[in-house]
């Protein structure tokens, strides 16, 4: 009895100590300028770094529109390219790049548009579009008139035993 009262406390006290998801985190924006803020809508320029948790995305240019209230913000980031990144839960990454990426903290979405690539456990998705739920880990990709959808898969290596 009393080993699983040890076991069931030794649990509880882990699920405290587990970290909080990258979504539930602050973002933070640091730029070499903010250029206005006018009307709840805040542009930086230059070397832009966004994070939350492990997710960072890196823009020549964000623009944040607050307008809609807290909690409801978007982030658009224009870049050549603008550079995504996050480590998942098991510690693997998720990288992405795109002339533009837009963020929604609310709905957890990362839409990428423009030469859109995202790479997750060494398979590649490119498209015109793509957009990625960062709490889900799941994507939907679309073509264009000049550049279909193509998926990379990379098979799993075999180890000898």
Do not use: W
């Amino acid at each position: 009895m009393k080993t699983n009262l040890i076991v069931v406390l030794f649990l509880t006290s882990m699920s405290v100590f587990a970290a909080e998801p990258d979504y539930a985190q602050k973002i933070q924006i640091d730029a070499d300028n903010l250029v206005s803020i006018a009307e709840n809508v805040a542009t930086y320029r230059s070397n832009v770094l966004i994070t939350q948790g492990s997710m960072q995305m890196k823009a020549d240019q964000l623009e944040i529109n607050a307008s809609a209230g807290k909690g409801k913000e978007v982030y658009v980031a224009i870049g050549t390219p603008v550079r995504y990144s996050q480590l998942l839960a098991d510690g693997k990454p998720v990288t992405a790049s795109a002339a533009e990426m837009r963020y929604e903290p609310s709905s957890r979405t990362l839409t990428l548009t423009g030469d859109a690539e995202l790479t997750q456990s060494g398979s590649v998705v490119k498209a015109s579009v793509i957009r990625y739920n960062v709490e889900k880990q799941q994507l939907s990709a679309e073509s264009n008139e000049t550049k279909r959808v193509t998926t990379i898969f990379t098979p799993e290596e075999k180890t000898n035993p």
